[in-house]
Every structure is written in C-alpha cells, then in structure tokens.
C-alpha cells in the first residue's frame, strides 16, 4: 500500500505483516544506524516500524516507495554491468553481515525511480503520473539519469547467523530447498542471484553473452560447488575488465528480435554512450 509522509510529502510504502516476521528483525538491524550508511547496502530500509494496541500481533513496516526493475527495462549494456555489480555488491554486504536474504530472485529486486520519474508515478498505473495523466514520451534513460540504485524487498523468509536452515518457499525453484535436509543458505543466494541474471537479463535481452560464464559458476546444482559472493564477485571483476567502451554503449534488443543491419543498429548504439 502506498501512502504520503506528513513530514516530508514523500510516498511511501506500507506493509503489514507479523511482528514475529523475520522482516522486522532483519530489516530494522539493517536499517540501523551502523549499517545504513554503508554505500554496499542495497537492502530495502525500515524508516519506522507502526504499532497498533488492537492489533498488538502485526506490525506495519513504513518503507520507502520503490519502482519495478523492468520499468522500464535496461537500454544498455552498460545499464545491465550496472545492475550486476550493485546487486552481487549487496549480496557480499548482507553475508559479511550473516544475513541470508534466501529469496533474492529477480522479483525481489527494485529501484529507486526519483531519478527516472522525478514527478512521481501512480501506484496501480506505473505509466501515469500520480494525478492519473498519462506520461508522454518514450522510456527515461537509466544512463541519461546517472544511473539508478537497486534494493533487495522482502525479507520475510530470511535468516541471520545462521549457516543451516530447513524450508522449501521462495520465487526461486531451487534444488536443495527442503524440509528436512539443511542447507547452506548463502549458497543459496547464490544460486538465486545467478538464475535472477538469467531470467531478468538473458533471457530477455541478446548481446549478454559475456553474463554466461558468471551465472555458470553461480548455478550449479550441488551447493558445494557453488561460490561465496566475494569469489563470483572477484570472477565478475575478470569478466568486466575485457568489455570494451564501445561494447559498454551498445543498446540493448530483445532476445527474439528481428535483426537489424550492422549499420542501423551501429548509429543507433551512439545515443547510449
């Protein structure tokens, strides 16, 4: 639900959930003081946490109002290296902190829009303006803006210092959620955040190939296998440095697009740069 900050006039988000719910717990811990200043923190913040005397068993958590991260979607190659790199930076800061988010997939990522929308957008209409008109144009820039910081939402199923753990939920399929047999939680993450790559970004857009090797090492089925967050982030480091500027600019096409002619789509790269 959405609401306005009587202090500021700022939109914000509204939750309700139980006052046991890990997203309280983990959430205020990683809003707190210490924490919240830490450029590497990409986890959604707690600005105030609502309590009802009728309701003494649910809490509502009072966050700051979010967009989607394919409204629009990336338009550049650049805006994808972008997008990796702040997320796997996220990912290291939540474990070095022993928090397991243990549903990071792609549908649990999403950004700050200010930048991209700095009049506001409705929240059931993401293509009109708060009043209800609609918005002209084509898409805003991510590059344009000076890029856009991604967040992780949704706490709700996350652990904290804990290095097993039982449960089989999350959007993720992943292959040793269980009941009864514990497993790693971070590589878990791990194993998400890869495939969140693959859903969000291969499978949707072409000339991402580069993106291959990391979710690779990301993904395998047997969690022993599977990196920390520091050892993908030290492999996306190797793969970043070989992309070339021009390879950085080029646009983005969706994976089933017809081609274009190496000169048409050359001239259109230019603006992306």
């Keep these: 639900?959405?609401?306005?900050?009587?202090?500021?006039?700022?939109?914000?988000?509204?939750?309700?959930?139980?006052?046991?719910?890990?997203?309280?717990?983990?959430?205020?811990?990683?809003?707190?003081?210490?924490?919240?200043?830490?450029?590497?923190?990409?986890?959604?913040?707690?600005?105030?946490?609502?309590?009802?005397?009728?309701?003494?068993?649910?809490?509502?958590?009072?966050?700051?109002?979010?967009?989607?991260?394919?409204?629009?979607?990336?338009?550049?190659?650049?805006?994808?290296?972008?997008?990796?790199?702040?997320?796997?930076?996220?990912?290291?800061?939540?474990?070095?902190?022993?928090?397991?988010?243990?549903?990071?997939?792609?549908?649990?990522?999403?950004?700050?829009?200010?930048?991209?929308?700095?009049?506001?957008?409705?929240p059931q209409r993401r293509n009109f303006y708060p009043n209800g008109k609609a918005m002209g144009g084509g898409d805003p820039s991510r590059t344009a803006v000076g890029g856009v910081r991604y967040y992780f939402i949704d706490f709700g199923i996350s652990s904290k210092d804990q290095d097993e753990v039982l449960g089989i939920h999350g959007q993720e399929l992943s292959p040793e959620l269980s009941d009864t047999v514990p497993y790693n939680p971070y590589k878990l993450d791990v194993y998400i955040l890869g495939m969140a790559y693959q859903h969000f970004l291969i499978e949707r857009h072409s000339g991402l190939d580069f993106l291959l090797p990391l979710i690779e090492y990301m993904t395998p089925q047997k969690p022993s296998e599977r990196p920390s967050a520091v050892e993908a982030m030290q492999r996306w480091n190797q793969i970043t440095q070989r992309l070339s500027f021009f390879t950085l600019s080029k646009r983005l096409y969706p994976a089933k697009a017809a081609l274009e002619s190496g000169v048409s789509r050359t001239l259109k790269d230019t603006s992306y740069r």
């Design 1 to 122: 639900m959405d609401a306005q900050r009587l202090s500021d006039g700022k939109t914000v988000c509204l939750k309700h959930t139980n006052k046991d719910s890990p997203e309280v717990e983990i959430g205020q811990y990683l809003s707190s003081e210490e924490l919240r200043h830490d450029p590497r923190n990409h986890c959604l913040p707690i600005l105030e946490v609502l309590r009802n005397e009728d309701d003494p068993e649910h809490v509502i958590l009072v966050m700051p109002w979010l967009r989607r991260i394919d409204s629009p979607q990336p338009a550049s190659v650049r805006e994808c290296v972008d997008f990796v790199q702040q997320t796997l930076e996220g990912l290291i800061f939540m474990h070095e902190h022993k928090v397991a988010h243990r549903d990071c997939a792609w549908g649990n990522i999403m950004m700050d829009g200010r930048e991209l929308y700095p009049r506001g957008w409705h």
